[in-house]
């Protein structure tokens, strides 16, 4: 079975003065799983929505392989939709849950119950097809629904925010689950979330929203490597990249509250196209992931303040006069609170951004080199 | 400093079947802890790691004095401060939610536990700047409470519960409402005040990656007893048994029965069950290669495979560069020196 072509064309959707999304155009490729990932507020329900037909747009057109499906009802979409809360039926037992889809299409109830115990042994909940749904646990609750969801084999699969009341450990397996279902089933996938630990792990590609826009859209590793703004950059990763305010100072950069100057080989010159943002502005911000950040004998440098240890690597607090930093390390090298350690960067790490306007800048920095100014 | 500890501790609540007027008969009392047993070093930070149900909280409470233990001792520097009521112990006690009086400034709020006490003016004032400053709040003193962040609500709600400078926090999940990011900042802030002021805290939550970023010691509790108290490093290589293993660590540890340790042909060590953490896995590209890799998870600065071979699977930490992808035929190794072998639980 293979999915449907997804495409959003200037799709959006205003509440009176506000708007929710902005027009935005997106196509989803047969098969592909999209995540749609951003704080609350950014418009990433309101365009899942909006694709299930549980609301109108104000604007734009959705299509499926190329036919619009704008104004048709739900429905008539073959689409399957999983809300954040399980939404079982109460009465029914797990078996007839799931069961339950096929029944309204027409399929009888011999080969109904067929295709559910299937399902539901394929999601490892064979045991509980008998059981109601209140003695279910949280996370068997939630496999239930999805296989109620997965049962029909609609054209597209909507989630809204699926693993959001789960704790930590059971996220993580039902993730490991869906990404595997998902390449098994091959079916078009929107995946609505806010955390961003989940989009990377599940996505194919990765659309950022704030805002009601679509910020930056592609594969996992390309949104975590290539941010295209500060914005995105800041909402992907834990913990999160650590952004140095730096000026021009001659040939290298200096860090703001640290007396720090970072050399960079290929610095924009000011003569040069690319220069102009530099000269231009009144700073700009690098961005390091902790991973990033190299602990050597030489470099800035830098004390330690703690080190959290979390098994496979540590995370490093650093602190240089006013600056503070985080790097990952591998989890066998121990730093003691107090030391001074140097710091670098390791140059394929760095990533510049406009201190004003936001946006990333695409200098290429071939060589750093931290020293203290004086 | 004080040095609080804790001597086979047991507690009960009544089996809510009981009833109001009948007194609940010895099988009919459900155990929530069963001889726990520890001591804290002074100014240290010991987090108390479990699931729900594990018995953190009422824990916590006895230590505390709010809740009455049916056996055991807790002592303060080898004295035994069981009987002695919650008001006159001197812990400062925080719970998951926690609110400001609105009409008060940051400062005010923050003096407010040490109104009414013995303080003058001049250590009142001291305190709150000092306190102000560890949580990054100098600049805020004289905000009232609704033009806060919420960052910098529970950041004043903190401060104003440590001020008092008692002999002990106690801090019963107080992070677990807020997002990642605030969690983050707050681990932070929390564990600088702690360590500025030195007084002992124990810190409960169900997070095993805030229990590891944050603690000195750890102690891992399961179902009302003590299954492991060491440091996060010392937990994490050498955990007492299968349950302390599984609770530790992202991603999970690979634990394998000894037919399937077997299958992989790893050593089959007499019932125990085979512990491997991810990043002793490693995963490389071969066309012959008998295991498959059939989930392929992006950490960002990581790469989890989930690979499979003869109906056996395990998880590798690789790296985000390797370029795998599901369906991919590989060869897998695992670093012999590194198996953990474990006590089932």
């Known amino acids: ?374 | 400093m004080h040095a609080f500890s804790v001597e086979n501790l047991n507690c009960s609540y009544p089996d809510r079947r009981a009833g109001m007027f009948r007194r609940p008969s010895a099988d009919a009392v459900h155990n929530v802890l069963s001889n726990i047993t520890f001591t804290t070093e002074p100014g240290e930070l010991l987090v108390i790691l479990g699931e729900g149900g594990a018995g953190k909280s009422t824990l916590l409470r006895a230590m505390a004095g709010l809740l009455k233990p049916l056996s055991g001792r807790i002592l303060e520097n080898g004295r035994d401060i069981t009987a002695i009521p919650p008001h006159l112990r001197d812990m400062a006690m925080v719970f998951q939610n926690f609110s400001l009086y609105p009409r008060m400034t940051v400062a005010e709020n923050l003096a407010f536990p040490l109104k009414g006490g013995s303080f003058p003016l001049s250590e009142i004032q001291k305190r709150v700047e000092e306190t102000a400053g560890t949580l990054g709040l100098s600049e805020k003193l004289g905000r009232y409470a609704p033009e806060l962040s919420g960052g910098e609500l529970q950041r004043v709600a903190l401060g104003r519960a440590l001020i008092r400078k008692p002999k002990l926090f106690l801090l019963d999940e107080p992070l677990t409402n807020l997002d990642a990011k605030l969690r983050e900042q707050m681990q932070t802030y929390i564990r600088r005040l702690q360590k500025y002021l030195q007084t002992t805290l124990l810190f409960v939550t169900h997070d095993a990656e805030e229990a590891m970023g944050m603690a000195d010691r750890v102690m891992v509790m399961r179902k009302g007893e003590v299954m492991q108290i060491a440091a996060p490093e010392e937990i994490y290589r050498n955990p007492a048994n299968s349950y302390v293993a599984g609770i530790l660590g992202s991603p999970v540890i690979n634990l394998l029965a000894p037919e399937e340790a077997s299958r992989w042909g790893l050593p089959d060590n007499s019932g125990r069950i085979l512990g491997v953490r991810p990043e002793h896995v490693t995963v490389t590209a071969s066309l012959q290669g008998r295991a498959r890799v059939r989930v392929c998870q992006h950490l960002g600065h990581a790469l989890v495979l989930t690979v499979e071979r003869d109906e056996v699977r395990l998880r590798a930490l690789v790296e985000p560069f390797s370029g795998l992808k599901e369906g991919d035929a590989v060869d897998v190794n695992v670093d012999f020196r590194n198996i953990l072998l474990l006590e089932p639980r």
Request: charged share 25%; aromatic share 8%; proline share 6%.
């Open chain 1, 1 to 374: 079975m293979s999915g449907v072509a997804l495409e959003f064309e200037g799709l959006g959707k205003r509440f009176g003065d506000f708007a929710a999304v902005h027009p935005l155009n997106l196509s989803v490729a047969p098969g592909e799983l999209l995540v749609l990932l951003g704080p609350s507020g950014c418009g990433k329900t309101t365009t899942l929505r909006m694709t299930a037909g549980l609301e109108f747009p104000s604007e734009g057109r959705i299509l499926f392989d190329g036919k619009d499906v704008t104004r048709k009802p739900p429905g008539e979409r073959d689409v399957a939709f999983v809300f954040q809360l399980y939404a079982l039926y109460p009465h029914m037992t797990v078996g007839e849950n799931v069961a339950f889809p096929l029944r309204t299409q027409g399929r009888s109830a011999v080969e109904a119950s067929r295709a559910a115990s299937a399902m539901l042994e394929r999601l490892g909940l064979g045991m509980l097809a008998g059981s109601k749904p209140r003695q279910l646990s949280g996370a068997d609750q939630q496999r239930a629904a999805l296989a109620r969801a997965l049962v029909r084999k609609p054209r597209a699969f909507l989630l809204d925010e699926p693993l959001n009341t789960l704790d930590s450990a059971q996220r993580e397996f039902l993730r490991e689950q869906i990404r595997e279902l998902h390449k098994e089933m091959e079916a078009t996938t929107l995946f609505v979330t806010h955390d961003q630990a989940e989009a990377l792990a599940l996505g194919d590609r990765i659309a950022v929203m704030g805002e009601g826009k679509i910020l930056q859209c592609g594969p996992p590793r390309e949104v975590y490597e290539n941010p295209n703004s500060l914005f995105v950059a800041n909402f992907l990763g834990t913990p999160g990249m650590n952004f140095l305010f730096a000026s021009r100072s001659g040939e290298a950069v200096r860090v703001q509250g640290a007396d720090w100057m970072v050399r960079v080989s290929d610095l924009p010159d000011s003569k040069a196209g690319l220069g102009e943002a530099w000269t231009n502005k009144d700073g700009l911000y690098l961005g390091i992931r902790p991973e990033h950040v190299l602990l050597t004998g030489e470099g800035a440098p830098c004390q330690v303040e703690h080190t959290e240890m979390l098994g496979a690597y540590s995370l490093v607090d650093l602190r240089a006069g006013k600056v503070r930093l985080k790097a990952r390390v591998p989890g066998g090298r121990r730093y003691r609170e107090g030391d001074t350690v140097g710091v670098s960067f390791h140059p394929s790490g760095c990533r510049w951004f406009d201190a004003v306007e936001g946006n990333a800048l695409p200098w290429h920095t071939q060589e750093v080199k931290c020293t203290p100014s004086r």
